[in-house]
């Protein structure tokens, strides 16, 4: 999951031509493309783009692992709460469109789980879910729904990104 504060093809980066991995945008804002041939012009350039993407890169790799952990050890409505305040950090705003189809699909689960999952925090009040839009509603509560994983998470970002 990327917002503003990431890029893909960080293969770039690692120099490797390409990868199997497919990617799609799932709301609306802006971003900037660039093409590999200018992109290693400037990072070749700067030492500066090079330890801030070399950072990036160790964020990446240990938020991944900290995904692989959290998918074997904890339970779907703490990964749901986790998913829920990672989009929320990216899109920055409360509401915004999802099915529970797409949900299941990016979480490796089945749909059932999700619709069960999501039901139990819709009825404790920390979100609407209706049609496809989610609302988040009670923020702070939904952080104590999550796991450990997601406290990492930002600790992470804020120990090399910052």
């Not at 729904?145 to 997601?150: G, M, R, V, W």
Request: contains cysteine.
């Amino acid at each position: 999951m990327v917002g503003n504060e990431g890029m893909l093809g960080l293969q770039v980066v690692l120099a490797v031509g390409s990868v199997p991995l497919q990617a799609s945008v799932q709301g609306t804002g802006t971003a900037w493309r660039v093409a590999t041939e200018p992109f290693n012009r400037e990072l070749a350039g700067s030492r500066a783009l090079q330890q801030n993407l070399n950072c990036y890169l160790q964020v990446t790799l240990l938020q991944l692992s900290s995904e692989a952990r959290c998918v074997r050890f904890h339970q779907i409505n703490q990964r749901l709460a986790r998913w829920l305040l990672m989009t929320h950090d990216r899109t920055h705003a409360d509401s915004f469109n999802v099915t529970q189809a797409l949900i299941a699909h990016l979480m490796g689960v089945r749909r059932v789980g999700i619709a069960k999952a999501a039901g139990a925090l819709q009825r404790k009040g920390m979100i609407s879910y209706a049609r496809g839009m989610l609302t988040i509603l009670d923020r702070k509560a939904l952080e104590l729904e999550t796991c450990s994983c997601y406290e990492t998470a930002l600790k992470t970002y804020a120990r090399f990104m910052t």
